[in-house]
């Protein structure tokens, strides 16, 4: 049963992980992916299957777009994810009313146990 309510309380908050991840410079999906898990300390741990809608979502919604490298050498191209302008201006919105609710949660929680 804890899975469940995990797995619906990550969701929830993938997209801003993301967004952050991308906020500093373009970066590839299993880039993204090891970053999530060693930061988080290994709280995310995101397959491409989860991570590529997200993606692929916050692209359609203008917060982010892709483009192909160069191949180098032997070096196989990569799709590098990269935040738009939108994406920026959008990001610490997102963060804002993240801080809110977890604030709220915070406030019910301690509330309880007092």
């Not at 995310?44 to 892709?66: C, D």
């Not at 192909?68 to 994406?87: F, I, L, Q």
């Given at each position: ?17 993301v ?24 709280v ?71």
């Amino acid at each position: 049963m804890n899975e469940k309510y995990e797995r619906q309380m990550k969701k929830g908050v993938l997209d801003l992980l993301v967004l952050k991840l991308l906020e500093k410079e373009p970066k590839y999906g299993y880039q993204l992916i090891t970053e999530l898990r060693e930061k988080s300390g290994g709280v995310f741990l995101l397959k491409e299957g989860t991570l590529y809608p997200i993606l692929y979502r916050l692209e359609e919604e203008g917060l982010v777009e892709s483009r192909w490298s160069e191949p180098e050498d032997r070096k196989v191209p990569r799709k590098y994810y990269a935040m738009t302008e939108k994406g920026g201006r959008t990001l610490p919105e997102i963060a804002g009313l993240w801080k809110q609710i977890s604030e709220g949660i915070r406030q019910i929680l301690e509330e309880e146990e007092a």
